[in-house]
């Protein structure tokens, strides 16, 4: 497997964030990688008391991340790296994920509304922008135990080989099962070009523990999600640019749906 040399963490310091911080630390730990936990801030906005005072408002991001150690033990397991800037969270994001050339970012999202869903659209957002596997941890779910993958799937383009090897080389290493799960089709409704990419798709994943499911449901998020619940998927793993289908149902793309209302951390992969 290729090692994962760089995985970014952005951080507010939420115990959401937390949350996420401890599934980054255990990938880090599982699959050899190293972590940048990052803070962003604007000193207008996110530093009210520290507007007059930049030293004092840096040495008090200094003392957060020196908390972060404290709380987070297991941290001392991998090699880390804390950093702060100053600017825009979602511009810095991308642009760290780019000039550092990150392997993976993790990120804390909740599906609600109010600021929850500004947190939850900004997160979408970076998804869009950045060109690395993502994983979502939503509130209070954890990677920890993480056994088998639904990997959401409709065949509707083909696959682009290197999104679909990080989702191998991550089962291979973590000794994971793939559930591969198609919504609202069956292979009797497909056409020829369909049926190939499916055919790929199985020879990719024969490196792999994985299986094959068709099952129906109103919405596709919600089978989705169902689905995972109903058969121990302890992570959703989505690939946006095969759901062409998928997409004509929604005013919204599914991976921002899912990105805002699944309970099961989600795998985006690019």
């Known amino acids: 497997m290729k090692i994962l040399k760089r995985i970014l963490l952005p951080t507010d310091f939420s115990e959401r964030a937390g949350n996420a911080l401890d599934q980054a630390i255990h990938l880090a730990d599982r699959i050899g990688g190293r972590l940048l936990i990052m803070h962003v801030y604007h000193r207008l ?5 520290y507007t007059d005072n930049p030293e004092k408002l840096e040495k008090g991001i200094d003392k957060k991340f020196a908390k972060l150690l404290k709380e987070h033990p297991q941290l001392s397991r991998v090699p880390h790296e804390f950093r702060k800037e100053l600017g825009l969270s979602l511009d810095n994001i991308v642009e760290t994920v780019k000039d550092e050339e990150i392997d993976l ?4 999202t909740k599906g609600a509304s109010g600021f929850d869903e500004i ?16 994983f979502v941890i ?5 990677l920890k135990r993480l056994k088998k993958v639904g990997l959401a799937c409709d065949y509707s383009t083909s696959t682009v080989n290197h999104e679909m090897q990080f989702l191998i080389d991550l089962a291979r290493e973590m000794e994971l099962a793939v559930d591969v799960i198609t919504l609202n089709r069956d292979a009797k409704t497909m ?39 109903a058969n121990n998927i302890d992570l959703i793993a989505i690939l946006p640019r095969s759901y062409s289908f998928i997409e004509r149902l929604f005013n919204e793309s599914l991976t921002q749906k899912m990105t805002f209302h699944s309970p099961i951390p989600l795998l985006v992969l690019k």
């Open 45 to 49: 906005v996110a530093e009210e008391d």
């Open 105 to 108: 970012l993790v990120m804390a």
């Open 119 to 134: 947190w939850g659209t900004k997160t979408a957002k970076i998804i869009k922008r950045v060109q690395v596997p993502v």
């Open 138 to 142: 939503p509130d209070k779910t954890s």
């Open 191 to 229: 056409i020829r070009q369909e049926l190939d990419n499916r055919e790929d798709i199985i020879n990719l994943l024969d490196e792999v523990k994985s299986d094959f499911h068709f099952t129906y449901s109103n919405s596709v998020e919600d089978g989705l999600v169902e689905y995972g619940l």
